[in-house]
């Protein structure tokens, strides 16, 4: 009995030891079980964190695609308008310098206007003044003819004055002409210097005629010059010339 025990014994620790050692297998299996259940779970959950990964990076690039898209359309729209800007600041330039051209010949336009408006102020005072000039000389003219008119009037009285002087002749005689003749000699009886004529003691008598040229002298030096107007008997009147000196009565009158 003795030796079946030790075999019964060294059997069941045997069993003991296998059942031991299928339970751990068991449990093993089962741990191994959980461990692959848990990391096919992570796996597939890596997968679908992978999936979901891949499509946001397809999103991305789709988004980057049409973010590219949509900045190739900006680059473009900002070329346009850059060209757009250019042509615009050309235009403004333009129009900047055609405005100050058009300031400048408006300036020089209102330069002409001044300069005609004070050419005609000058042409008007001018045009006054010549008006009023004109109105002077037309008084001096009137008051010249009334002056005339009175001179001739002298004249005429001086003439019958000079007339009734002359000697009466009992017996006319026939008229001699006598030429006057260079050298002949006669006094200043009369000097008109309101009218500018003197009264000479020489007449017919010594063949005086319109147009005889005085010679004025006084102390030997010739002063001036007259040339006769009107002839009388023993006495001329005749224009004093220009450039003569103050002719006074008493001075010598010669022919020349």
């Given at each position: 009995m003795k030796s079946l025990r030790l075999p019964l014994i060294l059997l069941s620790l045997l069993c003991i030891v296998f059942l031991l050692v299928a339970i751990q297998q068991f449990l093993g299996r089962q741990q191994e079980s959980k461990a692959r259940l848990k990391s096919e779970g992570e796996l597939q959950e890596a997968i679908q964190a992978k999936e979901s990964i891949q499509n946001e990076l397809e999103e991305q690039k789709r988004i980057r695609a049409d973010l590219e898209s949509q900045l190739g359309s900006f680059k473009g729209q900002f070329t346009s308008l850059q060209s757009q800007a250019e042509t615009l600041a050309a235009q403004l330039a333009e129009e900047r310098r055609a405005k100050e051209d058009a300031l400048s010949e408006l300036d020089e336009r209102m330069r002409e206007v001044e300069s005609l408006r004070t050419s005609f102020e000058n042409e008007r005072k001018e045009k006054l003044a010549v008006q009023e000039q004109f109105d002077k000389i037309k008084k001096e003219y009137v008051s010249l003819q009334d002056q005339l008119n009175s001179i001739k009037a002298q004249n005429e009285s001086l003439a019958k004055q000079i007339q009734e002087l002359q000697p009466k002749k009992e017996v006319e005689l026939e008229k001699i002409v006598v030429k006057p003749g260079k050298g002949q000699e006669g006094k200043i009886l009369v000097v008109n210097k309101e009218f500018n004529f003197v009264v000479v003691s020489l007449g017919n008598n010594k063949g005086i005629i319109r147009g005889t040229i005085f010679g004025i002298y006084r102390d030997?030096?010739?002063?001036?010059?007259?040339?006769?107007?009107?002839?009388?008997?023993?006495m001329s009147a005749a224009n004093i010339l220009p450039d003569s000196e103050a002719i006074r009565e008493g001075d010598l009158a010669k022919v020349l």
């Open positions: 030997g030096d010739l002063i001036g010059r007259a040339e006769v107007e009107k002839v009388y008997e023993t």
